[in-house]
């Protein structure tokens, strides 16, 4: 069971990625997936995620309206595009799953059993 995160990089504010994150030896579909980011010397938090069950998706308030979380189960990827980049958005991102399907706690880090390896993401201005 592995997930990787990709397509991280440098970008100007007001620029965009997309982060994809793969999954190998398991299916994400019926999986919830979270996206969590740490910037230096801040704790990791949860950025976003998308349920497993009934597709629902959560935002922290700071990225409403500028990242967008979805699924390509013919892909068995998950992506994030963030849109209007800026610079407090700079952190190494990780991508987790959650095989429990239970929806009420996908906003908790502590439901993910699976993470990836982080994508540096660095913003500037």
């Known amino acids: 069971v592995q997930l990787q995160a990709s397509g991280g990089g440098s970008v100007q504010a007001g620029g965009s990625l997309r982060l994809s994150c793969a999954a190998s030896?398991?299916?994400?579909?019926?999986?919830?997936i979270g996206w969590f980011r740490q910037a230096p010397g801040k704790a990791r938090e949860m950025v976003s995620c998308?349920?497993?069950?009934?597709?629902?998706?959560y935002y922290r308030d700071s990225v409403k309206g500028r990242f967008t979380v979805s699924r390509e189960n013919g892909k068995n990827t998950v992506y994030l595009q963030m849109n209007s980049l800026k610079p407090e958005d700079t952190a190494v991102y990780y991508c987790?799953?959650?095989?429990?399907?239970?929806?009420?706690?996908?906003?908790?880090?502590?439901?993910?059993?699976?993470w990836g390896q982080g994508t540096q993401v660095t913003v500037s201005s």
């Open positions: 998308i349920s497993g069950s009934d597709g629902s998706t």
């Open positions: 987790a799953a959650d095989p429990s399907m239970i929806t009420s706690q996908i906003q908790r880090e502590v439901a993910y059993d699976y």
């Open positions: 030896g398991f299916t994400l579909d019926r999986n919830a």
